[in-house]
Structure formats: C-alpha cells, structure tokens
C-alpha cells in the first residue's frame, strides 16, 4: 500500500534508516543486561572468560556502549522541530499536543522498565522531553550554548571525581559477584521475580540517568533540534564534504576515547569521563558513515522501514530478550557466552527487518506508533 501524499512529504528517509541503525546498537548494548546478572553490577561472569569473552566484552564496550542512545536522542530533537512544523501546518496548538505524547511515551517506558528490561530509556525521554518543551523557542546559539555549557560541566565534575574520589574504595568485587549471582537466579525465575529484580535495579539506572545520561541527553536532543531547524538532514546525496570532515575528526578522537573507556574497566571514574566526553564525536562519525553508505548503495532502504517503526521495535527486542532469557521464557540467562549474547542480539534485529519491511508495506504507522499517535493528537488510533 503506498503512503498518502502528506506522509511522503513530511518523512525524511534518511532519519529513518539512521533511526534503524541505532535500533541495533541499542539492542547490542541491552541485551547483556537480559542475558546475565553480570553487567548490572559492573562485573564479568567468571564462567566466560576466556580470551575471546573478554575481547567481545572489550569490543561491546569500545564501540557500543554510551554510543547510540546520543544518536538517538539526535534523532529525537530532529523530530520534535518536525513535529512543532506539523502542528503549524495542521493548525493545532503544539505545547498541549506534545504534553500528551510525552505523556504517553513515560507510561509506555515505565511500563517497559517494570515489564520487560533491566532498565529504559523512553522515561528519560519523557522527562528531558518536557525541558525540552520549555525551551523550544530559544535561539540556535542558546541552544547550542547550553549543550556545550552541559558538557562542561560534566566535564568539571567527573573531572573532580577523578581527583577526589577513590573509585576502587566504591567497588566491592566480592559483593558485586554475589549480586550478579543472584540477579542471574532472579531474572531465571518466575515473572515476579524477574519484576521485582527490574524494580530493585530502578535506583541504580535512576542514578545513572541523573549524573550522565539525562544531560547527554538534553544537549544531544538541543544539538538535534537546532539541526531540524536547519533542515541538515534533508536533501543529502552524501556526497557533502562537511560528511567526512565528520569522520575525519570523530573517528581518530572518538575511537581513542572509547579505547581509553574500554581498557578502564569497570568502575575507573578516568574512563568513564573521557568515554562520555568523546562519545559524541564517534556517533557523529557513525551517522556520517551510514549517511554516506546509504547514498551509494540499497542500505538506506533496508533499514528504513525498521526506523519508522522504532519505538515498536524498541519494546519488540526486549519483548524477545524476556522470552530468550528469563524464567518466563527459555531461561538462557548466564549459559550464553558474550559471542552467543551478540548473536542473539543479530538474529533478532534481522527478524525485526523483515518484520518491518511487511508491515510498513501494509500500514502507514508501527503497532504502537499508531497509538501513541492517537494519545498525542486525540484521536482514536489508526494504522492507516
């Protein structure tokens, strides 16, 4: 079925097929946290760790880990100066639309957070979305502004924890190992048990969130809207220079950043604030690969469909993880090797690829798309 005219107009291809691609490095770095007890509690399962364990590890936390929620929530700012154009074309008042789909978008991610996955990302949209609410009449250079100003001052403060505190006296190896030990009995248990392990593991994502995540977040989401403003991703051949000026500066600084976050192993402060400070550059580098790839090959078009449909995917992969690895499916949590984890997490993005590609034929918005599109505009929900 083809899309109606007004959908083609207002749909930029590429925001998809990126959308898609951060898709499966989302699931790449969640899916150890449903796969084991281990990563939760800063630990590596002593059962898996043979030189190829610890290089799969190594190789997760170097180039996925910190890397694709920041593109994501670009992504997300993108898309919110799209959809205040929208609301101006329908003549619909923005601010009451946008509460009610951020609203639905918490429930939906506390709902995930209890339900379905040791940790979630759709709250901390919710959330940072409404600063964002606040501040969608400011200028590009505010904006801008106070996403470096966010930077800076996590900067300043991881800096100071490197300083002043003692990361190895806040790590207790023996204690971490006997928590992930009963994380791993938990999440192989009942279906309450894998609830009350998700709900006992808000506190610690919660304090993530606030310290790092939440105000990466914002900034990344400034820096999108500012470039939706801009129209930066409209009309891309991937020919344009400024793509692989984007390379040649993420790449070199972002991979060394994430080397030094990698080797730092688990806990170092030194590590975590070169990865969060660097991050940025390696996803930039990311998207402008992709970018660039997409313009010369059919990849754009493989991963669109999967874009379009996001946040149904987002659910659908940790809908998959509970029933791979808890007790209330298969209960393969702690008998799968870090290799075997990413080979889960590939063969269920590309079951979710075709999966989209005959939906999206069919229907012009995902599964729960259509209803957060109804929650937001009031509307009964439609997929057509």
């Known amino acids: 079925m083809s899309q109606p005219p007004s959908t083609l107009r207002t749909r930029i291809h590429d925001i998809d097929a990126l959308r898609g691609f951060a898709l499966l490095g989302i699931l790449i770095a969640n899916i150890t946290y449903a796969a084991s007890g ?6 590596d399962d002593p059962t898996y760790s043979s030189g190829l364990d610890h290089a799969v590890r190594w190789l997760g936390h170097a180039l996925v880990d910190l890397k694709f929620y920041l593109l994501f929530s670009f992504l997300f700012g993108y898309s919110f100066q799209l959809q205040i154009e929208a609301a101006q074309r329908a003549g619909a008042q923005f601010k009451p639309r946008m509460l009610r789909r951020l609203g639905g978008l918490f429930v939906i991610g506390a709902l ?16 940072i979305g409404l600063v964002l609410l606040a501040m969608r009449g400011v200028r590009d250079k505010t904006a801008l502004v106070t996403a470096a100003a966010i930077y800076g001052y996590l900067f300043v403060t991881l800096g100071a924890a490197v300083l002043f505190v003692d990361s190895t006296a806040l790590v207790d190896p023996a204690g971490a ?3 992930a030990q009963q994380t791993t009995t938990n999440l192989a248990g009942s279906f309450g048990d894998v609830i009350g392990e998700h709900v006992r593991a808000l506190p610690t994502f919660g304090l993530a969130q606030l310290t790092v995540q939440g105000p990466t977040t914002l900034a990344v989401m400034l820096l999108g809207m500012v470039a939706g403003r801009r129209r930066l991703l409209a009309n891309l051949t991937g020919t344009e220079p400024v793509l692989r000026k984007i390379q040649l500066i993420g790449f070199p600084i972002g991979l060394l950043g994430s080397i030094v976050y990698a080797a730092g192993g688990n806990g170092d402060t030194l590590s975590v604030m070169v990865g969060v400070m660097t991050a940025p550059l390696l996803s930039a580098a990311y998207a402008a690969t992709l970018l660039r790839l997409m313009h010369s090959s059919d990849l754009g078009g493989l991963l669109a469909p999967a874009g379009r449909m996001a946040l149904s995917n987002y659910l659908g992969q940790s809908l998959a993880t509970v029933a791979i690895f808890t007790g209330v499916g298969f209960g393969l949590v702690g008998q799968v090797s870090p290799l075997e984890t990413f080979t889960f997490a590939v063969a269920i993005f ?11 034929s ?5 599964p729960v798309e259509g209803i957060l599109r109804a929650v937001t505009n009031a509307t009964p929900p439609t997929w057509r």
């Not at 690829?353 to 999206?360: C, F, T, V």
């Not at 069919?362 to 995902?366: F, I, Q, V």
């Open 112 to 127: 995930h957070a209890i339900f379905l996955i040791t940790g979630d990302i759709l709250t901390v949209y919710a959330l």
């Open 350 to 360: 590309t079951a979710q690829l075709a999966i989209s590609h005959w939906w999206m």
């Open 177 to 179: 190992l006997a928590a």
């Open 362 to 366: 069919r229907y012009t918005y995902g």
């Open 38 to 43: 281990f990563p939760i509690h800063l630990a």
